[in-house]
């Protein structure tokens, strides 16, 4: 399986187009990564772009030691508090995530308990604190690794391990009984 560290070799090699299969690769869930944290979609995008320039500009710093995922998002991730800590008075504007077609062959009472579990999901989620949101984020929605996601959040792997544990204890407290029937 390619972690894009190979695309991005062929890159330095010379061949200029093996840096778009790096942003097919990454740039969406780059960008989805950053907004947990900006919490505005046009500035996310942004900072990805930010980011995927940096790979360019500064070649001699990603060491191929860590999957290029991990080394982006902790790029992204950086840039992202960064942006944070230097706003100044940016009105916030609610995330929405973006709505995926249905499968043809769904009934319609299919898509209303599809979309209800959606908003009870994204409405326990809004509740947890931030690092909670980051780490399910990471381990769930961009399946990295529990050491991956140590290094993008710079926690220990026992840290993460036990954030998640918590995140998921307080995520049941959240949807209590009523939730867990549509899940």
């Not at 399986?1 to 695309?7: C, E, H, L, P, T």
């Not at 200029?16 to 979609?41: C, G, H, P």
């Not at 990603?62 to 944070?84: P, S, V």
């Not at 009105?91 to 908003?119: F, G, Q, Y």
Request: glycine share 2%.
């Amino acid at each position: 399986m390619d972690n894009g560290a190979s695309s991005y070799r062929r890159y330095l090699d010379g061949d200029e187009s093996a840096f778009d299969e790096v942003l097919k690769m990454y740039r969406d869930s780059l960008t989805f990564f950053i907004n947990r944290y900006v919490q505005d979609m046009a500035t996310a995008e942004d900072i990805a772009i930010d980011v995927f320039t940096d790979l360019i500009i500064h070649k001699h710093r990603y060491n191929f030691k860590t999957q290029l995922k991990t080394y982006l998002f902790m790029i992204g991730r950086c840039r992202a508090l960064d942006y944070i800590k230097h706003r100044n008075k940016f009105v916030m504007v609610e995330w929405t995530s973006a709505e995926t077609e249905l499968i043809n062959d769904t009934t319609p009472e299919d898509s209303v308990l599809a979309d209800e579990r959606k908003r009870v999901i994204n409405s326990a989620l809004e509740k947890l604190p931030e690092d909670m949101k980051v780490v399910i984020h990471l381990i769930y929605f961009e399946e990295l690794s529990y050491a991956e996601a140590a290094k993008i959040m710079k926690k220990s792997r026992k840290q993460v391990d036990n954030l998640l544990y918590r995140a998921k204890s307080l995520l049941k407290s959240i949807i209590g009984k009523e939730g867990e029937l549509l899940l």
